[in-house]
């Protein structure tokens, strides 16, 4: 599948990063790549790659996956830039993790991840989420932090669907 446009959530930091960058050194990249962070601070390697990167477009967006009106702001922007073309690639790797033991967790931080890693995906590909409505080819990946070690991850086990 050749990509011509791309949107990588999370992508300030680690894989997401990681992803941007390896999708702009392509032999082949796209055109345009859309990568969203949610914090201003956090953005010096994504500017890094934005800078150095001949060929292919990064627009730099600021969103948090758990924020409705964060999600329809980025997708704006990409259909104001995009017009009709779509994307091909949507790739989800935002994601929070806090570590508590299982008596601590509270009820406002079990429904923040919730939130944001198992609704943000779902609001990120909307069926009316019109920037994101398959054109031709189209790929969605919802990945799961690799640096995660699963088995002593309770928060996430209940917003991933794993198991300790």
């Known amino acids: 599948m050749e990509v011509k446009t791309a949107f990588v959530s999370g992508a300030n930091r680690g894989i997401g990063l990681e992803m941007v960058k390896q999708l702009a050194n392509l032999p082949?990249?796209?055109?345009?790549?859309?990568?969203t962070y949610r914090d201003k601070k956090s953005i010096k390697n994504l500017e890094q790659i934005q800078n150095e990167v001949k060929g292919t477009e990064i627009i730099l967006i600021q969103m948090d996956v758990s924020n409705s009106t964060d999600i329809k702001a980025a997708g704006k922007i990409v259909?104001?830039?995009l017009m009709d073309k779509g994307l091909n690639l949507l790739m989800n790797n935002a994601g929070i993790y806090k570590?508590?033991?299982?008596s601590e967790i509270t009820e406002e931080n079990l429904l923040n991840h919730f939130s944001t890693n198992a609704m943000g995906p779902i609001l990120l590909f909307q069926p009316?989420?019109?920037?994101?409505?398959?054109?031709?080819s189209f790929l969605f990946m919802n990945l799961l932090r690799a640096s995660i070690k699963?088995?002593?991850?309770?928060?996430?086990?209940?917003?991933?669907c794993t198991a300790p």
């Not at 990249?29 to 990568?35: D, G, S, V």
């Open 28 to 35: 082949m990249p796209p055109e345009i790549i859309f990568a």
């Open 99 to 102: 570590e508590e033991k299982l």
């Open 79 to 81: 259909s104001d830039k």
């Open 150 to 160: 699963l088995s002593v991850e309770r928060d996430i086990n209940s917003s991933k």
């Open 128 to 136: 009316n989420f019109k920037p994101f409505r398959p054109h031709n």
